[in-house]
C-alpha cells in the first residue's frame, strides 16, 4: 500500500514540475493526490510525509529529466488534456445556438447584479451560458459583466463582487473576460451625448417646456411631449447641465425616442440616464464621482454592442427588456446578436428572491439559505448543480424542481466519494456479556476495499462489553428478539430498565442473513460525542446528538463529507477537543 502512494505521490510531483518549470510544491501536489484519491484523506499525515520527501527528490532533478521519467513511467500524463466538453456530462443535450455558424467566435455573457451573492436559480444562466461556451470549444469566449448602475434601488454590496466570482470558480466555471459596469461610466456618457446630438435621444428637464411629471402623464397617454422634437442643440445643453449638476435627482432624465404610440407604454420613451444622488447613496466601488447614471437597458445594450456578445440567453422575463434594448441598436445602426429566452426556474421549498432572502439577515453561506454560499456550505457538491441545471436547458416554459431533485443528483457525487462511519442518535446504552474481546473490522467504503478498513474492538469489564444504538432503533426493537449489530456480532437484546442486557447468538454475519436479523449500527464505549445541525427550512436548524465511532477523530477532517450508516451524509463543520459537529447535507 505504501508502494502505491509513493507511485501515486511521485506521478502527481512530477506532472506538477514539468508544469511548472521544474519545481513541485508540496501542497499543490498534497491537494492534486486527495482529489485524485480521497481514501488518502484519513492518512493525511502519512501521506504529507512521502509527498514532501518526493517532492524533494524531484526537485533535485533537472527539467529535462523530470520531463523524461514522466514520458517513460506515466506517458498519457503529457497528453494534452481532455476537452472540458468531454467532462460535462449533458452539455450534448443542449439545442444548438441559433445562426451559429455566422460567427468566427461565438461570444456570451453572464451578467450580474451585485446586489447580492449568486442563489441556486442565477446558477442556471452561469451553468447554461459556461456550457455552450464548452459545446463550441475554441469557438466560444465567456464574458463575466457585473450590471452595477443603480446605487439606489439596486445597491451594489462590495462584497458580492468577490463571493460572485468565487461562486463561480467553485461551479467550474472559467471566464475569458471581466467588466464592471461603474468602471465603463465614460463610455456610456459617450453614447449618450452621441444618441442626443443625433436626435435619437432628448433631455426632460424642470424649468422646460415639458418636465418630468408632464412627460409621465403625456407618455401615459401615448402622446410625445414638446422636448421630444427640440432640435439636438438645445438638448445638448440640457445634458451638459444634467453633467454640470443643475438639476437635482428627479428634476430631469435622458429619454431614447421609441414608439410613443407603443400598446406597452413601458416601451414609450424609456429612460437611458438619470439622476442619482450618490451623496446619499454613494456608490460602493466609485462613491460620488458620477450624478449621471445609465440605466440597465441602455448599458446593457452598448456593452452587448461594443463587447460583442453574439448570443444572448436571458429568461423570459426579460422580453421587453430585449424590446427595449434593440431600440439603442437601432439608434445606432447596429445588428443585434440573437436572443434566446428561457423559462423560469421555481425551487419547491426554497425562496429565490433576493428581496426576501435580503430581509432574513442570514450570513450569505448559511447552510439554510438556497444561496451558492450556503449550498457549498451544507455540501452541496457543484456536480450536482450542474447536472441540475442542463436538465432544465432553456427550455422556453417555466420548470419547477425540488431540493429532492438536487439532493438525488448531489446523492450521485457524494455515494462513491464518502467513506462510511457509524453514529448513533440519542444513543441507549447495551451490557453485551462476554468474556472475550469482541472485534469489528469495518471497511471505509463497501465498494472501495482499496480504501482499507479499520478494526473497532469492545473490551469487556466485568464480563460485560458496552456498545450503544440509537434510540429510534431501540424503540422498534421487541424485547428478546436478535439483531445483527453491523459487522459485530448477532445479539439477543432483553430490556433492563432504561438500557439493555445483550446475549451473543453468534458471530457470523451468514446467520444474520439466514435468519433475516435487523442490522443496526452501533457505536463502542469508547464513541465520541457527536451532534448534527439538521437544517429545517430558511433560517431554522434542529440540533441532533448523539456519540460516534472514535475514527471519526482521527480519519476526517474539517469540511470532510462522510456518510453516517443508516442516517445520511454529513459535512464535518468543526472539531473542538473530542467534540465533533456535523451538518447534515441529506439521506
Not at 436559480?121 to 447554461?128: D, E, H, K
Not at 455540501?379 to 436547458?393: K, Y
Not at 428478546?480 to 454475519?509: F, K, P, Q, T
Not at 459535512?571 to 447534515?584: D, M, P, Q
Request: proline share 6%; aromatic share 8%.
Amino acid at each position: 500500500m505504501v508502494d502505491d502512494i509513493y507511485e501515486a505521490v511521485m506521478r502527481s510531483a512530477l506532472i506538477n514540475a514539468v508544469k511548472f518549470g521544474g519545481s513541485a510544491d508540496v501542497r499543490a501536489v498534497m491537494t492534486r493526490l486527495l482529489t485524485e484519491r480521497p481514501e488518502l484523506r484519513q492518512r493525511a499525515r502519512e501521506v504529507k510525509a512521502i509527498v514532501e520527501e518526493v517532492v524533494a527528490k524531484v526537485n533535485s532533478m533537472s527539467p529535462d529529466e523530470q520531463r523524461r521519467v514522466l514520458q517513460e513511467r506515466w506517458p498519457d500524463a503529457l497528453a494534452p488534456e481532455r476537452k472540458r466538453v468531454e467532462e460535462r456530462r449533458g452539455i450534448e443535450s443542449l439545442p444548438p445556438l441559433p445562426n451559429a455558424d455566422r460567427y468566427s467566435m461565438i461570444k456570451l455573457r453572464f451578467a450580474p447584479n451585485p446586489d447580492f451573492v449568486l442563489h441556486l436559480g442565477s446558477a442556471r444562466p452561469a451553468v447554461i451560458n459556461y456550457a455552450y461556451k464548452l459545446k463550441y470549444e475554441g469557438k466560444a469566449r465567456l464574458v463575466l459583466r457585473f450590471e452595477d448602475t443603480d446605487p439606489r434601488t439596486k445597491k451594489p454590496m462590495k462584497v458580492a463582487y468577490s463571493m460572485i466570482k468565487e461562486d463561480l470558480t467553485w461551479l467550474g466555471i472559467k471566464w475569458d473576460e471581466e467588466y464592471i459596469q461603474s468602471q465603463r461610466m465614460e463610455i456610456y456618457y459617450e453614447y449618450i451625448r452621441k444618441a442626443v446630438n443625433m436626435g435619437k435621444a432628448y433631455v426632460v428637464a424642470k424649468g422646460t417646456q415639458c418636465d418630468p411629471d408632464l412627460w409621465k402623464s403625456l407618455k401615459s397617454s401615448g402622446l410625445p411631449c414638446p422636448n421630444r422634437d427640440a432640435d439636438p442643440v438645445t438638448n445638448m445643453e440640457l445634458l451638459d447641465k444634467m453633467f454640470q449638476g443643475s438639476f437635482n435627482e428627479g428634476e430631469a432624465v435622458v429619454a431614447m425616442k421609441t414608439d410613443i404610440s407603443s400598446p406597452d407604454p413601458s416601451l414609450r420613451d424609456w429612460v437611458a440616464m438619470r439622476i442619482i444622488d450618490t451623496h446619499r447613496d454613494p456608490h460602493p466601488l466609485v462613491g460620488s464621482k458620477y450624478i449621471l447614471w445609465p440605466t440597465y437597458n441602455f448599458a446593457v445594450a452598448i456593452d452587448d454592442h461594443l463587447l460583442g456578445i453574439t448570443h444572448i440567453l436571458r429568461a423570459q422575463e426579460h422580453r421587453v427588456n430585449t424590446i427595449k434594448q434593440s431600440y439603442v441598436y437601432k439608434a445606432f445602426g447596429w445588428e443585434m446578436g440573437d436572443t434566446i429566452h428561457f423559462g423560469r426556474l421555481h425551487i419547491e421549498g426554497a425562496s429565490l428572491s433576493k428581496s426576501v432572502l435580503k430581509k432574513m439577515g442570514l450570513s450569505f453561506n448559511d447552510v439554510t439559505l438556497p444561496t451558492l454560499a450556503g449550498l457549498r456550505e451544507r455540501g452541496i457538491q457543484p456536480e450536482a448543480i450542474w447536472e441540475v441545471m442542463l436538465s432544465v436547458g432553456i427550455k422556453e416554459n417555466d420548470a419547477t424542481i425540488s431540493l429532492d431533485n438536487l439532493f438525488a443528483a448531489n446523492r450521485k457525487v457524494l455515494e462513491p466519494r464518502a467513506n462510511r462511519f457509524m453514529f448513533v442518535e440519542a444513543p441507549v446504552k447495551v451490557n453485551i456479556a462476554t468474556s472475550a474481546p469482541l472485534k469489528a473490522h469495518i471497511q471505509y467504503h463497501p465498494s472501495h476495499p482499496e480504501r482499507g478498513s479499520r478494526t473497532v474492538e469492545v473490551t469487556p469489564i466485568n464480563g460485560f462489553a458496552t456498545v450503544y444504538i440509537s434510540r429510534g432503533d431501540a424503540e422498534y426493537i421487541q424485547n428478546g428478539s436478535i439483531v445483527r449489530l453491523m459487522d459485530l456480532a448477532n445479539v439477543r437484546l432483553i430490556a433492563e430498565g432504561d438500557h439493555y442486557r445483550g446475549e451473543i447468538e453468534s458471530l457470523g454475519v451468514d446467520d444474520a442473513k439466514k435468519h433475516g436479523y435487523k442490522i443496526i449500527q452501533w457505536v463502542p464505549s469508547s464513541a465520541v460525542p457527536v451532534s448534527v445541525m439538521v437544517p429545517i427550512r430558511v433560517g431554522k436548524i434542529d440540533k441532533q446528538t448523539g456519540l460516534g465511532e472514535p475514527a471519526l477523530l482521527s480519519d476526517v477532517g474539517e469540511g470532510d463529507v462522510v456518510q453516517f450508516v443508516r442516517y445520511g451524509f454529513v459535512k464535518l463543520r468543526s472539531k473542538v477537543s473530542e467534540e465533533l459537529e456535523f451538518i447534515y447535507i441529506h439521506g
